[in-house]
């Protein structure tokens, strides 16, 4: 267990994530959700009437911060207790200086990192001291505390959850480490908001592997007269992705995502396995890539081969399912399936030529043979009148018309001859036929 002051001068040699950690709520980046104007946690931090608390969320969010923060601006001593390497002696020694505080008029805010690892023995041994006000009990858990609190400690807690760091929250923080005294201020380092994008993207959300890569790429910069340029060639050691320096909301992002699409348009597996392997490379999310493909299928292959689709779904679950860097096979098994498979855009353009129709023709109503009558007086209206039962036919056709009235000519679906697609349009060929011929 650690006290920690609230005059801690946080040494040069610390850790660049140590000696950044926010000592103000003003300070704080990300979290709005708890911590933005009017937002509840706030409203109970600056009125000074907290009380125990779990605080829910992932590594790097600002768990063991927030904490501390609360503590200095409640004035309270500020005891922090690891559930890794404490036992029950630990505990007990801690409420005896928790309780001797109290008599004293201090109070005691206990955080306890990683409190899901405390057994239901130790946790329970919190209870009475919670209860009677000894402690404010702040517990931090990357698991679901419904599963692994005590319900009897859980019930005197109110539950906190923390997002993962935004993009856009950790470039703010870097930034911050830029310019501040204690980060690398006095280094005028030189930096891409590429790069710092890249290092954001890799640090998915957790703020401490952010600073931490950011510390080490400056370290391991190229030093000028100028200052401390930090390189691509650097940084890729660092993050050990080469293709991150691509910018995922940016111009190659799009250029890499519409070379897949093409390549697999162009029946180029190679080509598509290549475009593919750069964007996971570059830190693409593989559902996304797994998403288009499910698109794809449908738009570029359709009725040529609708086993296209339910490849592209199972690989979009499979991705689900296993992540990276396992699914890159299942990516790999899609990407090539849709490459090699015969192409028909015949249903994209049935789509989009028929939802131009539905935006600028007048909505016509439904022939009354399509209607349902399930009352009298929608029978008496005539509801289902000439309604014929296809089924009841040799043929399984009728000569019931079911375009609205106007429109009986009008036609979208132009099969293909590609692929399964050519046995569509010989039956749908087969069908306008007996129509005609009857």
């Not at 480490?177 to 994008?197: R, W, Y």
């Not at 693409?284 to 040529?304: H, K, T, W």
Request: proline content about 4%; charged content about 25%; glycine content about 6%.
């Amino acid at each position: 267990m650690e006290q920690m002051s609230l005059f801690d001068d946080r040494p040069r040699t610390a850790p660049l994530a140590s000696r950044l950690r926010p000592c103000s709520l003003e300070e704080f980046v990300g979290q709005e959700h708890l911590l933005g104007t009017g937002k509840m946690l706030r409203q109970l931090i600056e009125r000074d009437r907290i009380s125990s608390m779990i605080f829910w969320g992932p590594p790097g969010v600002g768990k063991t911060t927030l904490a501390s923060i609360i503590a200095q601006r409640t004035k309270a001593d500020f005891i922090n207790f690891s559930a890794v390497t404490s036992g029950i002696k630990e505990i007990k020694d801690v409420m005896k200086q928790a309780e001797d505080s109290r008599r004293m008029g201090i109070r005691t805010v206990l955080f306890v990192d990683e409190i899901h690892r405390f057994n239901k023995a130790q946790q329970d041994a919190f209870l009475p001291y919670v209860e009677k006000g000894s402690i404010l009990l702040i517990g931090a858990t990357t698991e679901n505390p419904s599963f692994e609190i005590n319900a009897a400690l859980l019930s005197r807690c109110q539950v906190f959850v923390l997002k993962p760091l935004e993009e856009k929250d950790l470039v703010q923080l870097m930034t911050n480490a830029l310019q501040n005294p204690l980060g690398f201020k006095e280094q005028c380092v030189q930096i891409t908001d590429q790069q710092l994008s890249a290092i954001a993207t890799f640090a998915d959300g957790d703020a401490r592997t952010a600073l931490n890569i950011l510390e080490m790429a400056v370290l391991n910069g190229q030093i000028t007269a100028e200052g401390m340029i930090v390189t691509n060639e650097g940084l890729e050691q660092c993050i050990s992705r080469k293709s991150l320096l691509y910018d995922k909301n940016g111009e190659e992002h799009y250029n890499l995502i519409s070379a897949l699409h093409k390549s697999m348009r162009n029946s180029d597996p190679d080509a598509a396995i290549y475009w593919m392997c750069r964007m996971l490379e570059g830190g693409e999310n593989p559902l996304y890539i797994a998403r288009r493909l499910v698109r794809f299928a449908s738009e570029d292959i359709g009725m040529a081969d609708s086993h296209a689709l339910q490849v592209a779904v199972s690989v979009y679950q499979a991705c689900h399912f296993l992540g990276m860097p396992e699914c890159d096979v299942h990516l790999t098994h899609a990407v090539t399936y849709l490459a090699m498979a015969p192409k028909s855009n015949a249903l994209y353009t049935a789509c989009e030529t028929c939802k131009q129709d539905v935006k600028n023709l007048r909505a016509q109503p439904v022939p009354l043979q399509l209607r349902n009558a399930p009352t009298k007086l929608m029978k008496d209206l005539e509801y289902g009148k000439g309604y014929e039962y296809a089924h009841n036919t040799q043929e399984k056709l009728t000569h019931m018309q079911c375009m609205p009235e106007g429109m009986e000519e009008q036609h979208y679906y132009h099969p293909t001859a590609q692929g399964e697609e050519a046995k569509i349009k010989e039956r749908l060929e087969t069908i306008e036929a007996w129509k005609k011929q009857r």
